[in-house]
């Protein structure tokens, strides 16, 4: 197992530099880049994204860097060639892209992610700073989603058919009919001042006199601010792993070592979380990381929009937008790496629930 483990962690950084080498190409085919956007603020017409996260010192630094990349573009129109070249100098845009990649990995081998274009500042403090946001709202959505969706779909398979059953299909129902972000808007209109309660705060992860509080006092705060987002992505998450639960139960409950333990007089509990619950959570524990994952950078894209939270799916999304290439492959690092350990770690969980399982023995 332990050479399994090492073999798994040698790959990592090959399957990142594939993951960088690849949305690196994709960036250098896409239209528009930095140059665009920033000649786009130079000409007052730049995207409300750009607008709300350019400011201060950071947009003139970018404002540098647009004129620098390719005196080609028409935006550069009018500007002092040798301007324009010293620019490029600084930046790095005059080194061919090949060149450009060699410096960006060399940089990552040392947790070295750059500075932001549009903000002026380091990566690593722009992600540090979102990243409790984000690691919120995707550790607290995430347990909550398997404490809801284990047990609910265990027992509709225990009671297929049932009027149980039925009845909750339609809160199923629900949660794969409603996005999250309509779900968030319904629960900001009834308890958020939209129009009907005011119980819970709309904006930020905790008060502005948080720091003036006592711990306990801290602690209901966060909770108190985290209680409509939260809730707004587990409807939106639940109802795929409820069904997955029962689904997996219900193939293996209809398996003929199942009708022998039941033969050989063992209770149904016995049968149940002796012998299907192990094998029938492999699948459920497969499926983890990914719902971590997407619940951490993917799916509370649109939650932290709506409520204020500026976390790291915003960040990436703005990064997007903006052609803010440091931020973009510093973010895309970020998550890769820290997708690929919990895929390592679903793995290894995979051990722990059956052991029959080896991977060293492959």
């Known amino acids: 197992m332990l050479a399994y483990i090492l073999r798994r962690l040698a790959l990592i950084p090959l399957t990142l530099f594939g993951i960088i080498a690849i949305n690196f190409v994709i960036v250098q085919i896409a239209p528009g880049g930095p140059v665009e956007q920033l000649l786009a603020q130079l000409k007052n017409t730049a995207v409300a994204a750009t607008a709300r ?7 003139e630094a970018g404002r540098g860097t647009a004129a620098g990349e390719n005196s080609a573009y028409r935006g550069a129109q009018g500007l002092d060639p040798a301007f324009v070249a010293e620019l490029n100098r600084q930046f790095g845009f005059d080194k061919p892209a090949y060149v450009r990649f060699g410096l960006m990995v060399r940089d990552y081998l040392t ?39 284990i047990p609910l779909g265990i027992a509709k398979a225990v009671r ?5 059953d039925v009845l ?13 972000f309509l779900f968030a808007i319904l629960l900001i209109i009834l308890f958020a001042g939209g129009r009907y309660l005011d119980w819970f705060p709309l904006r930020g992860l905790t008060s502005d006199h948080w720091a003036d509080l006592s711990w306990p006092a801290r602690i209901l705060d966060y909770f108190w601010h985290l209680t409509l987002p939260v809730t707004a992505m587990v409807i939106g998450g639940f109802a795929s792993l409820t069904m997955l639960t029962k689904n997996a139960f219900l193939d293996e409950i209809n398996k003929q070592y199942v009708v022998t333990a039941r ?24 499926g983890f990381p990914a719902t971590l994952v997407g619940m951490l950078f993917t799916g509370s894209l ?11 799916g915003l960040l990436g999304f703005e990064a997007v937008v903006n052609r803010d290439y440091p931020v973009m492959f510093g973010t895309l690092y970020v998550f890769s790496l820290i997708g690929l350990l919990l895929n390592l770690v679903s793995d290894l969980s995979y051990r722990l629930v059956d052991p029959r399982i080896d991977f060293g023995a492959r």
Do not use: C, Q
């Open 168 to 180: 909750s299909s339609a809160a199923v129902i629900v949660g794969y009919a409603i996005p999250a």
């Open 53 to 59: 996260v350019g400011g201060g010192e950071g947009v």
């Open 263 to 286: 033969a050989k007089g063992l209770s149904e509990r016995r049968v149940l979380y002796g012998h299907v619950f192990r094998n029938a959570m492999l699948l459920v524990i497969a």
């Open 111 to 149: 947790f070295d992610l750059g500075k932001s274009y549009f903000r002026d500042r380091d990566v690593w403090d722009l992600v540090l700073d979102k990243l409790p946001v984000s690691i919120s709202l995707g550790v607290w959505s995430t347990l909550l989603i398997y404490v809801i969706s």
């Open 160 to 164: 297929d058919g049932s009027r149980f």
């Open 302 to 312: 649109l939650i932290e929009v709506i409520f204020s939270l500026d976390g790291l």
